[in-house]
């Protein structure tokens, strides 16, 4: 081979590998840039809002002032169980007749139903067995001392004789208390009974009809229940987060469902020690008066508790209020005309139109001031 074709067989070689190491070299690249991280852009804050034409939308700023706690929750009237009586037989036997109903309004010693007792019927026979015994036993008793007086007995008789006639009269006034107790009357001896009321008021419950049998000294449930509803509770459930705002002798403000527009007002009488572990509440008593008898028994009411001191509260415009899948919002001005939607715990409206805040906002930060104008601005924007 000459130097000449040597040398064009070197330049060959050298720009076939050239060529390989290119190839290698693109091909390494591609694998590369194949496999580098992709970089994903963090969503942009759903609460956070630019608005073009901030001057459009006052700004109100969170104050402190000092309110009254309040508090809205739901109850139930009851009867006060201080003024209601069951009514229950002694004796047991039969209803042969009813003389009032439920609902209806008695005074106290009004026949509420009329029994026929067995079991007076046999204090009725013991009694006057117990009678003969003890007229015997005077009988004997006297005719003892008789023979005494003239030294025809001695003196052992004459205590036997005094011993049975003290107690045969124990057995008499044993009875006799007996019937009493019964229901029965000693000047008329009969086993027809009259159950009456023990007090004034009305029937709210009623578990007896005619015809029906009367347990003895086992009267489950009662006959009737006697409530004098001149004065009613209130339970009121209030969860344990907000316990701390009730206090005894709290005033509260009652609406009952059937006559919103005419408010009641009645006391805190009593917190309950225990709470519901099913629903975390509390049962809260409010005592009301209730002369005109507008409360019922079952009614359903909103109590307004009011404390008795005043608090340091923040509080904003209502109108800076938005209220938005059960929740509290309001619009708070940040830098660079932005806001920021954020989600506060709202308290009760005082009466000049503002809302107190009790959780979620500091004092001195702004707030848009008709929340629903900025929210429907952003939704137009969109």
């Known amino acids: 081979m000459t130097r000449s074709s040597y040398t064009i067989l070197s330049l060959a070689m050298a ?65 006060d169980v201080t003024r209601t009586v069951h009514v229950t037989s002694l004796s047991g036997g039969k209803v042969i007749d009813i003389r009032a109903k439920l609902g209806d309004d008695v005074k106290k010693g009004q026949v509420l139903v009329v029994i026929r007792s067995q079991d007076l019927v046999q204090a009725i026979s013991d009694y006057k067995k117990f009678q003969a015994d003890e007229l015997l036993a005077r009988h004997s008793l ?53 159950v009456k009321a023990p007090v004034s008021g009305t029937i709210v419950e009623q578990n007896t009809a005619s015809g029906e049998g009367v347990k003895s000294l086992d009267n489950s449930p009662n006959l009737f229940t006697v409530a004098d509803l001149s004065r009613v509770w209130l339970l009121c459930d209030v969860y344990e987060n907000n316990l701390a705002q009730v206090r005894l002798r709290d005033i509260a403000e009652v609406f009952l469902n059937a006559y919103p527009d005419r408010p009641l007002r009645g006391r805190v009488g009593n917190i309950a020690k225990m709470l ?98 900025f929210s429907s601005t952003l939704e137009q924007q969109k």
């Open 15 to 79: 720009a076939i590998i050239l060529a390989a190491l290119i190839s290698a070299g693109c091909s390494g690249n591609t694998r590369a840039d194949a496999t580098s991280p992709t970089i994903v852009q963090p969503p942009t804050d759903p609460n956070l809002f630019a608005v073009d034409h901030p001057d459009q939308f006052p700004l109100s700023p969170v104050e402190t002032r000092k309110v009254a706690d309040q508090l809205l929750v739901n109850g139930v009237v009851s009867p």
């Open 142 to 194: 006297e005719r003892a001392q008789l023979l005494y007086s003239r030294g025809a007995i001695a003196e052992k008789d004459l205590q036997t004789a005094e011993d049975a006639e003290q107690k045969a009269v124990v057995d008499v006034h044993s009875t006799e208390d007996r019937i009493r107790l019964l229901g029965g009357d000693l000047k008329d001896l009969s086993p027809i009974i009259e």
């Open 276 to 373: 519901d572990p099913n629903t975390r509440t509390a049962k809260v008593r409010i005592e009301l008066e209730n002369n005109n008898g507008m409360m019922r028994p079952g009614m359903f009411a909103t109590a307004k508790f009011v404390s008795q001191g005043l608090r340091d509260r923040m509080v904003v415009p209502s109108t800076a209020l938005l209220r938005l899948h059960d929740k509290d919002w309001v619009f708070l001005n940040q830098r660079d005309h932005n806001y920021r939607r954020k989600e506060v715990q709202a308290g009760t409206v005082l009466p000049d139109g503002v809302s107190v805040i009790l959780a979620g906002l500091q004092p001195g930060e702004k707030v848009v001031s008709n929340a629903l104008q």
